[in-house]
């Protein structure tokens, strides 16, 4: 057993399956091969705004047979009516920029004016708000940070987590949440450094309405969005500690994993879990925390190709530190586990 961990790094008239595919618009079967250190690493080919593909991080692919786009067809063509595509996009410099972040100020403002007043916000706003971060631009991702669209959005979604009946309110905000931070790493890390632990909070509170029922409507689509900026914070070398440090985020994520509500949701939190257990300082405490080991274990048995293949990256995240060897060996189906996943490939 080594001791090397793997890094596992539009119309407004919404589509789900075209928000989840575009980001990964040319995206290849990764190849393994040894990386630097002997960490196991996946090479990509070109270049795509998605920050999971930086640099392994860890498979992705969905050509093997395994995920498939189809529980992804739902159109939630209610909840957006206007239409703002980034390859509408013609940037004029300076001029451009400048309106854009008067645009962008309005919006913060707006959604700052509702979260205070503990109201949603109008049809026409959201739609507003929607097209103005539906698009594949890391560099406006980033002028959205730096306006402060996440702080309102996080700000927003406080508010309207204490109003009854806001399923369809909260899927609005975490689909914008999880576009704004596909915007580059060291944006993202100032957003966590302002609000991370306040939104991974509020974060998690959404994780288990939509796990324990409490949201009727599509629980899937709102898990999907949750999960995936847990991921792009994982990306974070500052955000990895912090984050394994909160038990509520690592039982959120074994809920996850255990549920079937979601299987791209469940190879998500995987890949976050895996992520976070890249980082020396986390992996004995991960092993040890109720049900996380069992709970990849289980994943490893039952679930598609790429779902396998995450929960061995997971495990073997966690092996790498000489301190767990004995209690997952121990551990029970662990052996198993790992005898299926080699000979599995």
């Not at 999971?52 to 498979?59: G, I, N, Q, S, V």
């Not at 509520?248 to 079937?260: A, E, F, I, P, S």
């Given at each position: 057993?080594?001791?090397?961990?793997?890094?596992?790094?539009?119309?407004?008239?919404?589509?789900?399956?075209?928000?989840?595919?575009?980001?990964?618009?040319?995206?290849?079967?990764?190849?393994?091969?040894?990386?630097?250190?002997?960490?196991?690493?996946?090479?990509?080919?070109?270049?795509?705004?998605?920050?999971?593909?930086?640099?392994?991080?860890?498979?992705?692919?969905?050509?093997?047979?395994?995920?498939?786009?189809?529980?992804?067809?739902?159109?939630?063509?209610?909840?957006?009516?206007?239409?703002?595509?980034?390859?509408?996009?013609?940037?004029?410099?300076?001029?451009?920029?400048?309106?854009?972040?008067?645009?962008?100020?309005?919006?913060?403002?707006?959604?700052?004016?509702?979260?205070?007043?503990?109201?949603?916000?109008?049809?026409?706003?959201?739609?507003?708000?929607?097209?103005?971060?539906?698009?594949?631009?890391?560099?406006?991702?980033?002028?959205?940070?730096?306006?402060?669209?996440?702080?309102?959005?996080?700000?927003?979604?406080?508010?309207?987590?204490?109003?009854?009946?806001?399923?369809?309110?909260?899927?609005?905000?975490?689909?914008?949440?999880?576009?704004?931070?596909?915007?580059?790493?060291?944006?993202?890390?100032?957003?966590?450094?302002?609000?991370?632990?306040?939104?991974?909070?509020?974060?998690?509170?959404?994780?288990?309405?939509?796990?324990?029922?409490?949201?009727?409507?599509?629980?899937?689509?709102?898990?999907?969005?949750?999960?995936?900026?847990?991921?792009?914070?994982?990306?974070?070398?500052?955000?990895?500690?912090?984050?394994?440090?909160?038990?509520?985020?690592?039982?959120?994520?074994?809920?996850?994993?255990?549920?079937?509500?979601?299987?791209?949701?469940?190879?998500?939190?995987?890949?976050?879990?895996?992520?976070?257990?890249?980082?020396?300082?986390?992996?004995?405490?991960?092993?040890?925390?109720?049900?996380?080991?069992?709970?990849?274990?289980?994943?490893?048995?039952?679930?598609?190709?790429?779902?396998?293949?995450?929960?061995?990256?997971?495990?073997?995240?966690?092996?790498?530190?000489?301190?767990n060897h004995d209690k997952l060996v121990y551990h029970v189906g662990y052996l198993s586990a790992l005898r299926n996943l080699l000979a599995s490939g």
């Open positions: 057993m080594g001791n090397s961990p793997i890094q596992t790094g539009t119309t407004a008239e919404y589509d789900s399956a075209e928000l989840d595919v575009a980001p990964r618009r040319n995206e290849k079967v990764a190849t393994w091969g040894a990386g630097p250190g002997g960490a196991v690493s996946a090479g990509h080919g070109g270049n795509t705004s998605d920050p999971r593909d930086a640099p392994r991080e860890p498979l992705r692919s969905y050509s093997d047979g395994g995920a498939t786009r189809n529980d992804d067809e739902e159109t939630y063509d209610e909840y957006y009516t206007s239409t703002n595509r980034d390859d509408q996009y013609i940037d004029d410099g300076k001029n451009n920029k400048r309106r854009r972040g008067k645009k962008l100020q309005l919006l913060v403002d707006v959604l700052n004016q509702a979260a205070v007043a503990k109201q949603s916000l109008s049809q026409f706003e959201y739609d507003e708000l929607h097209n103005e971060v539906n698009h594949e631009n890391e560099g406006k991702h980033d002028d959205e940070i730096e306006a402060g669209l996440a702080t309102a959005l996080c700000r927003l979604l406080e508010a309207v987590l204490i109003m009854p009946n806001t399923d369809k309110e909260v899927a609005k905000i975490c689909v914008d949440l999880e576009l704004v931070y596909r915007c580059s790493d060291p944006s993202r890390d100032e957003s966590f450094e302002a609000i991370g632990l306040e939104l991974v909070h509020l974060i998690l509170q959404v994780l288990d309405r939509c796990v324990d029922g409490t949201f009727k409507r599509e629980p899937e689509f709102i898990l999907k969005r949750v999960i995936k900026v847990f991921g792009y914070f994982a990306l974070l070398k500052s955000a990895r500690v912090p984050m394994a440090n909160n038990t509520g985020m690592l039982d959120g994520l074994v809920k996850v994993v255990n549920t079937d509500i979601s299987s791209m949701a469940r190879v998500d939190a995987i890949w976050t879990i895996s992520n976070l257990a890249f980082t020396d300082a986390n992996r004995v405490k991960m092993a040890a925390h109720p049900g996380l080991v069992g709970a990849l274990i289980g994943a490893s048995a039952r679930g598609h190709t790429e779902t396998r293949n995450e929960a061995a990256a997971a495990l073997m995240n966690l092996a790498a530190a000489s301190q």
